[in-house]
């Protein structure tokens, strides 16, 4: 990867965005909106100082919101919409997209949401009070439900009678839905078969009958892989009845993926909580602390065990003080190899490379790698103590040769060790059906801290007495 | 997220394929074959042991070799191809799509190419000639070339006109570019559009002309980025002329940015290179050794600094031994909050929420966040040096109030300063035009281990004597 990826969206157009912002001049703004796309005022919305940005949504002309709103956070928009009079609000409800709709009625106190609802014309209302019933981070939750569908047995002519209604509508045209009277999926055909076969063609002889589907009660993120899988344009959701009630479209997936893997890496890095909408600047101080502060206090106390090890064997440290020199080495060797083993798990399993099944296989290839890296660094820092370790740290007791072993023996246990560790934790995670991400790294470095401080001393005590 | 997240495929396809393989009968996978999905096929590749793969791989018939080949590894499918009678090479090679073609291609050895080039019909062998002169990471090098253009100036009938010509190869028929006799795009259309209006409106009348365009050098990810920010089902590609060469398609982007995470998230954990295409189980010991032991290695030795460290205040911690009990604990948090700051800043970067332009305010956050969590930890651990700590344990000539103003301080300052190098580190890799991910986690630690043995002996001192 290279510096330039970082900037993702022509910059010049978020600058401009911010700059009209900060001008806070209505015409700018107005003009700059008309330059550019609405994904380039989200990158700028998340870019703004907190002040500024709440100044900017309360004088966000109502059409401009109603524009914006599919891209920005579902509070700010609730934020802005509140103040709006009626007329306006209802403006901006029907601009949204109906998933971007349950998201922000999802977003809202319960108590606020009906007088929001009975603004929606009858259909909007129906879909999202239908959507509502699935949880957030359900595929029924993320779906659209403005897919094309027509009925079964017609000829291609009428088919495309059918479809003509919905052109405007439909967030994905090129995959249509063939349903029977009970919506359940017959077939799919794709707009280019229509639109280049003659007017008399059934439409049977076009579609593809195996279809692809997935429960409206199933997890996001695995709608999200299987349209990475399969290479799907958009995904058909069905209910408990197998019903076509909505789709999850190319786009909803990505954005399913990116915010799952901020998840896992801020799980792996012992931050708590869900991502939320927010942007990092856009998070207050205090809600950074809330998220991060849960594992650095247990962590800490947790700590406290590997103290209490270098304390119980007080008389050997300081009988042998140039203990205390490789000490850190050994303990920081199993958090890092420790921390690099649940990583590759975490990830493999994520990307459904790797399942329970293969626990074992798991175990027995990083029990090699472990071992391989123990041994390696353990012959480098051997070579370190014996010619480079000033003799003067040694007391006469003690040879070079008897040091030397102690820390090149204490590296291959607790590397050893630590990989396995590692590696067993996030799958155990998984067998007692939890998220194999919870295995923070930090947690892992903590527990290897203390097996390395007893690995140390108590080798040290066996070859030095 | 919720545990059946992580069986993204239906597993019993996966398990069907798997089964299929192992039994070695050429029907039986046959069968199979016409089943299954080929992503089904490639997560059941990547579950396969070493030893039965190449054994699979070996007897692969040539009709699925190409049937699969674009879901499977390059490497596989090159080690599989070479060993066909070369009528079969050729039918593989034209079932590839071009871009995993040129793939094949790049994975191959110079000298090998060219036999397997001279393979291919005239236009393929353009294209993958074209294509090859640009690097795998950039968007030239990761784009399609079968995308759906027509010339400018025509009506609805001739759009479709040329278009029937291309209807099976284009990959993405619903986004048609028109370009002029220099393939400069003149404005995009929908085939909705065409396909729903009279034959005789002219194009121009239909067409978006504001286009969005990546030239073909940039990196990839940005290409992906693209596709995410503004939803787009096709991202055109250009050369210097700004001629259109090709797209980048939803389903690249999303294949690119998950790709991009597992690395990033990989370079966090500090594990070095490429995690290339190869699954986990696929990757050999010898491989994840050489991809994690570099950081191990150089981290033991600065490692070594924080031992010289505990080793100079030899006298204060043999004096005050009780100090050994809170070491770990002062030193770790550093580790952990300094890795969080670090993981936070990384991920608002990938997501394009940050650039290095919002450095100070990054600063500002991340130091209140360390005031506030070094704070709240010191009060914590104060109350239990006060109440839990046995008075035995503290030398006469030290008050247990000592020994916690100690403890209190150490963990305020070494908190807020691990806080911040955690979030210096990642801006100034950018600054310094690197991949922000590239300062691992494993590396700030250790870094803060150091800081944290000074920070904690030097107040031992001043306070004690």
């Known amino acids: 990867m290279v510096e330039e990826e970082n900037s993702i ?13 900060h001008s806070g001049s209505a015409e700018r703004i107005q003009a700059v909106a008309e330059e550019v796309h609405p994904g380039d005022v989200e990158v700028a919305f998340e870019r703004l100082d907190d002040a500024v940005r709440s100044e900017v949504l309360a004088k966000l002309p109502s059409d401009l919101l109603a524009e914006w709103a599919d891209y920005l956070p579902a509070a700010d928009v609730e934020r802005r919409l509140s103040t709006l009079p009626r007329v306006e609000q209802r403006e901006v409800l029907n601009s949204l997209s109906d998933d971007e709709l349950v998201d922000l009625l999802q977003e809202m106190e319960e108590e606020d949401r009906p007088q929001f609802i009975e603004l929606l014309p009858e259909d909007k209302r129906r879909v999202s009070e239908d959507l509502m019933r699935y949880p957030e981070e359900t595929a029924g939750g993320r779906m659209t439900t403005a897919m094309a569908t027509i009925s079964e047995g017609l000829s291609v002519k009428a088919a495309l009678g059918e479809l003509e209604a919905l052109r405007e509508d439909a967030e994905i045209l090129s995959r249509i839905f063939v349903i029977d009277s009970e919506r359940r999926i ?18 049977t002889e076009l579609m593809n009958k195996d279809q692809m589907t997935i429960g409206a009660m199933e997890d996001q993120e695995e709608a999200a892989q299987m349209v990475a899988r399969y290479d799907l344009m958009a995904l ?8 076509l009630i909505g789709v999850i479209t190319h786009d909803d997936a990505l954005e399913i993926l990116e915010q799952e893997n901020t998840e896992d890496m801020e799980k792996i890095s012992g931050i708590g909580g869900d991502h939320g909408e927010q942007a990092y600047l856009q998070t ?3 809600t950074h602390f809330k998220r991060r502060f849960g594992w650095v206090l247990v962590l800490a106390f947790l700590a406290l065990i590997s103290g209490w ?12 003080f140039v203990l205390a020199i490789y000490l850190p080495m050994v303990v920081a060797a199993g958090g890092n190899t420790g921390g690099q083993a649940a990583t590759m798990v975490i990830r493999a399993m994520a990307l459904g490379e790797l399942d329970t099944r293969e626990f074992r296989r798991v175990i027995w290839k990083e029990a090699r790698v472990g071992i391989l890296m123990g041994s390696l660094l353990a012959v480098c820092v051997v070579i370190q103590i014996q010619f480079l370790l000033p003799s003067r740290l040694i007391p006469e007791s003690l040879s070079t040769f008897a040091v030397a072993l102690v820390v090149g023996v204490s590296l291959v246990a607790q590397v050893f060790t630590s990989t396995l560790v590692g590696a067993m934790l ?12 919870v295995v923070a790294s930090p947690a892992i470095t903590t527990l290897v801290d203390v097996s390395g401080c007893i690995i140390y001393f108590s080798i040290a005590q066996l070859v030095f007495h």
């Open 9 to 21: 969206v022509k910059p010049d157009n978020v600058e401009l965005v911010i700059e009209a912002l």
């Open 186 to 203: 017959k077939g799919i055909v794709r707009l280019r078969e229509l639109a280049f076969s003659t007017w008399d063609t059934p439409v």
């Open 236 to 243: 058909p959701v069905v209910d408990e009845e197998n019903r």
């Open 284 to 286: 207050s101080v205090f």
């Open 309 to 320: 090890v270098m304390h119980a064997y007080e008389d050997v440290l300081t009988a042998y």
């Open 426 to 437: 996030p799958v155990g995670a998984k067998l007692a059906r939890l998220d194999p991400a």
